[in-house]
Each structure stands twice: as C-alpha cells, then as structure tokens.
C-alpha cells in the first residue's frame, strides 16, 4: 500500500491555507556556486549530501537519468523548482510522503525544504532545521559572522530562509483585492506571487506568501510573521466568501456545476481544470459539498499537472491523451468511477 502523501492528510486552516513550505539555502566553503561548478564537483557534492543524509530515508533521484515528463511533475508538485526540472542535472532527495525535498545543485548547493498541509510554520520550520542540523555536521557550511548564510543571490543573505504560505484566495481574487493586499503586505516585509513563485501568474486563485527579509531576523521570527499575516488573509478571504455566497442560488449553482464537469467529463485541459477545481475547493469549504473532503481537492490540485499525468502512465502523452489522462483521474479521485 503505497504511503499516504502530505497534501492527503488535513491541517489548520486548510479550508484557505492549501500547505505551508519552509525553504533553507546553504552552500558549502570548499566548492565554487552550482553556476560555476564542473559535473565532477556536481558528483562529489550530490555522493557529500548522501552520506550525511543516510539514514533520513530519503530517495536519490539525478535529474540527468530522468524523463523530462518526470522532472515536470516534480516542479508541479512543488518539490522542486521549475528552473531545477528544467536545467537536467543536479540531485534530490525526496521522503516517500513527498514532504521534504533536498536539491543539490540548483542555485545554492543546497535547498532544504518541507512541505506541510494547511499552516504549520513552526512544524515546517522544526523538520527543516533538523535536516540542516544533520547535513551540517558533515558538511562546511560557507557562513559570515556579519552577513550569516552566504548565498549565490545576495537577497537570500542572513538565515537564507524562505517560509511561505499557499492561500486559495477565490474570493478577493473575485473581488478584485490582489493588487491592494500585494501593496499591503510589501510594506511588512512579505511579499504575494503565484503558485510557482517569483515571476508566475496565479492559477485556480493560489498565492504565494511568502517573507522577504533574510538577514536582521531570526528564523523564528521570519515564521512568526508569515504565520500572522497568512491568518489575517485568512479571515479576510472568508469575508470575502461570505459576500460571495450570499446569493445561495447562484452560488451553489456554480459549485455544483464545477463538480459536474470533474465528476462526468471525458476530456479535460489543464486551462479548464484548474478553475473548476478552485470552484470545487471553495464549495467544500462553504459546506456546499459535505461529500468532498478538502484532501481529496488538494489531491486533485496535485495530479492534475500533465508532468504528474505522464509519470503515471510512464511515458510522453500528446494533448489528447493527457486530456483524456485527466478528465479521468480527476473522476476517480472525485467519485471512485
């Protein structure tokens, strides 16, 4: 039986707060930034992490011996990023629960990150610096009395930590609050993206928060904030929906319509998918489908990406296909047909 995934298990707040991730850069003193590395030294840094991760039952995978399909459904499902799947080389380590994923040989030597559903700050934060407290022992870390962790992007100076929150924000997305909110939290230090990160658009209303400042402030600190700002998000988007669902009619008839589509249809894009099911999460969220467990929507946010569609069947499929792929798994995932 295969073992049950982060995004499969429930957590605080999880009706707005999709997942939180808690990231760590660190590089090593020995060895130049993967931009400047040989595919010797990318080896000898990828056999280092190895051994100081033994016994962390984590899976080695070398980007370079996997399908390019395969490396696209990590980046969906946020255990790496897009320009790591994207470059062919490099490793990760990744947990069988798909909660914690190292790269080697992205921007940093080391990108330390967990995963965990709904918000959890301190628990994603506990995990990551235990991992950091492992790798640490066997491995110099570059490190500047003043400056803190030295990093390959100067913003990432200090503790070299991003802590953020995924939010299902549908409803100021209809309200048209973004922008303001992105103006709001800027002004505190934190910042509003897409689902991807810097430079991605939202998609099915996912956003991104996320701290900015590194150096100056503890870890602890960062978290704490995130944490604060993400709640307030929250009560302000469960406003928003309140406003939205006065009208039960209209409401329930957009809902049920979005659960139609996924439950029946025989072919799906990604491009109509992802709407129908942010229309999906926020009737779960309103009680409309007392059915529907919030997991099961994020499952399906999960498996949708035509990277995930590909890994499962093993090979390329064209357009047609992965329409057909998802259209299907999404049925399945909903209703068991």
Known sequence: MAMEKWYQRSGEQDDIIVSTRVRLARNVADLPFPGKMTDGQREELAKRAEQALEGQALRRLDLAKLPRYEALGLAQRHLVSLEFAEQGKGTLFVS??????????????????????GLDTAGALARAQQLDSVLEQQMNYAFHEKLGYLTACPTNLGTALRVSAMLHLSGLEQAGAIRGL????????LTIR?????????EGSLYQL??????????????ENVKNIAKELTAKERQARQRLFADTDAAEDRIWRAYGTLA???LLSSQECRPLIS?????????????????TVNEMMMNEGSGALMTAHKRELNARERDR?????MRTLLTGN
């Open 96 to 117: 069988q629960d798909e909660s914690v994923s190292i790269m080697v040989g992205e921007e940093d030597h080391l990108r330390i990150q967990v995963l965990a559903p």
């Open 182 to 189: 992105i103006g709001s939290v800027s002004k505190l230090g």
């Open 194 to 202: 897409g689902a991807y990160g810097e430079g991605t658009k939202a």
């Open 210 to 223: 996320s701290n900015q400042i590194t150096l100056g402030i503890s870890e602890e600190q960062a978290a």
């Open 264 to 266: 029946n249809a025989r």
């Open 279 to 295: 229309a999906l999460r926020a009737g779960v969220s309103q009680g409309i489908l007392p059915g529907v467990k919030v997991s």
């Open 325 to 329: 792929e998802r259209a299907r798994v």
